[in-house]
């Protein structure tokens, strides 16, 4: 299997970073004026993201050129939805299964991809979301199953829908959150990914990723956390002193990345985690 995995930062990425910019700018059930400017805020850092995302056709390049192959290990397991009960851990791995199932969409798993699709949508349900994946997206996704780019337009849509609720019910905090967990989930699958293919090329991408890191960062920094999830953004900027580190290397090679593999990594263990990972480690 010779499938483009890089997809994982586009579309998927793609889609969270271009709709966040295009929500209504007079929601009439946005009245405080802070919230307005952290919400306005949110919109513009998560263009920013995007606008800093490398170009696509590239990205599938890449990875066809060092042939890339699928592997489920590097997914969060399905088996582990049921720990996710805060709406902090519910909202982070909604965005790191859509990145999965993207991923194995990319690779025509079928089987898998309506695994990864059935738990998203059972996230989006707790959140408050299911509207966005109802059985019409789902039919919709079977019936072009075999044309990857409509599978990926279809499930582009349900999120950009998921995105579009929570700004009306005036919570882009949570819509931050599933962008961070989708950013998170894709660099690190990209860093697993490297190892099996060591190129050069692969690792001076990851790396230009430190720009939408930096406004990946000034997006959640303008989101009202909870105090106990505030770790994301400790955690994101210990990750972009890493990247500034990385950007100073003339040579490209795992050595380059692995203060940056073993820091996503982390996260996004303290993520899948459903909070029961320690902290303090």
């Known amino acids: 299997m010779t499938k483009p995995s890089f997809k994982i930062f586009l579309p998927f ?42 170009d696509r056709k590239l990205i599938l390049k890449l990875i066809e050129d060092n042939k890339i192959e699928y592997n489920p290990d590097f997914l969060n397991d399905p088996n582990s939805l049921s720990k996710y009960t805060v709406e902090f851990y519910k909202a982070a791995n909604l965005g790191i299964y859509g990145s999965d199932l993207s991923i194995a969409n990319s690779f025509d798993q079928t089987q898998e991809s309506m695994v990864f699709l059935k738990c998203v949508n059972s996230l989006a349900a707790n959140i ?60 690190y699958v990209s860093c697993q990914m490297a190892k ?12 230009d990723q430190n720009e939408s890191l930096k406004n990946l960062v000034i997006m959640l920094e303008a989101s009202d956390l909870a105090t106990e999830t505030e770790y994301i953004v400790t955690d994101l900027k210990s990750i972009k002193d890493a990247f500034n580190v ?15 593999t073993e820091k996503v990594t982390l996260l996004r263990n303290k993520l899948i985690s459903g909070g029961t990972f320690n902290l303090k480690v």
Request: with cysteine; net charge negative.
């Open 128 to 187: 408050g979301v299911n509207k966005a994946f109802d059985q019409v997206m789902f039919d919709r996704m079977e019936a072009n199953r075999a044309n990857k780019d409509s599978t990926l337009e279809i499930i582009t849509g349900a999120f950009k829908k998921a995105d579009e609720i929570l700004k009306v019910n005036n919570r882009p905090s949570t819509s931050a959150v599933i962008l961070a967990g989708s950013w998170v989930e894709g660099l």
């Open 196 to 207: 099996t293919a060591n190129g050069e090329k692969i690792i001076k991408t990851i790396i």
């Open 13 to 54: 990425l793609v889609f969270f970073f271009s709709f966040c910019n295009n929500s209504e700018k007079n929601d009439e059930n946005i009245v405080d004026y802070n919230t307005k400017q952290a919400v306005q805020e949110t919109k513009l850092n998560a263009q920013n993201v995007f606008n800093s995302m490398p």
């Open 246 to 260: 990385a950007e100073t290397n003339t040579v490209h090679n795992l050595e380059t990345i692995k203060t940056i």
